[in-house]
């Protein structure tokens, strides 16, 4: 339990909804304090002032972090992909499907932000599925990424604090989370490779990865402050990102 967690470690929290910051326009502390925000997407973007909020979304966009990571392209499970809008997609969808010779697509937003979860959409499903895809937050100008699917097996999450690797979990979408730590383990240092360089998305990140036939691959990069850690050591992370976010705003304020 996560206010546990940070109350045995001796710090302050405050537990903050929506509706509170929308209805009553508070702010649980002063905009100019060292604040660590973890929460909701919804809620991360509301309070994007914060001097721990490390949630970039100009730098978590696809095309974004593809561009100025130091990993090569192949190293990502769709780096075979490219980007269209949503209207090209919607107008052109044939022409995509055969440009990649294939019935199946996998689409996701450009934007980090998920406005939808990337999914496999079949040619034959197309109209029921651009009728899901109008009914969500894209707009006809909103990149998508397509690309080839891909059978991905133990995807994991790891927290990057400063480029190096803090703690890494496996993750599965229906909530069964295995804990596997020689997994982990064997992924640590070849996450470490992914991330070695000058660019990062924030200070505080992280990344998903998972295996594609033998190759170890990255899935996609997200915000620190609005991603689940799942079966990670969780009081860990918190010290690490603790002791960083302070050291940080300390030199930032002198």
């Known amino acids: 339990n996560l206010p546990e967690i940070i109350q045995d470690l001796g710090m302050e929290y405050k537990i903050v909804d929506n509706i509170t910051l929308m209805s009553k326009n508070e702010l649980p502390y002063p905009k ?11 809620i991360v973007r ?10 970039n979304e100009e730098n978590l966009k696809v095309s974004t972090y593809m561009a100025f990571l130091q990993t090569k392209l192949s190293k990502y499970v769709n780096g075979d992909g490219i980007f ?4 090209q997609f919607k107008e052109n969808s044939n022409y995509y499907y055969n440009l990649f010779n294939n019935q199946s697509l996998f689409v996701k937003p450009n934007s980090g932000m998920k406005l939808f979860t990337g999914y496999v959409i079949s040619h ?4 029921k599925e651009l009728m899901y895809l109008n009914s969500t937050a894209i707009s006809d100008d909103s990149l998508l990424l397509l690309s080839l699917s891909k059978i991905i097996e ?3 999450r790891f927290v990057i604090i400063d480029g190096k690797v803090i703690d ?5 979408l229906d909530g069964d989370i295995p804990n596997n730590i020689e997994i982990i383990n064997d992924y640590l240092p070849k996450v470490q490779e992914f991330v070695k360089g000058s660019w990062y998305p924030d200070p505080i990140f992280t990344i998903d990865v998972g295996m594609v036939n033998t190759e170890l691959q990255i899935i996609e990069i997200n915000s620190f402050s609005g991603a689940g850690l799942y079966n990670m050591d969780i009081e860990k992370v918190i010290k690490e990102v603790s002791i960083f976010t302070e050291k940080s705003y300390e030199e930032n304020i002198v």
């Open 32 to 42: 100019d304090d060292c604040v660590i925000i973890y929460a909701s997407l919804n």
């Open 46 to 55: 509301k309070l994007n002032f914060y001097f721990g909020n490390y949630c």
């Open 84 to 87: 269209v809008t949503f209207k």
């Open 124 to 127: 034959n499903d197309l109209d």
């Open 154 to 156: 133990n995807e994991a």
């Open 168 to 172: 890494g979990s496996l993750y599965s």
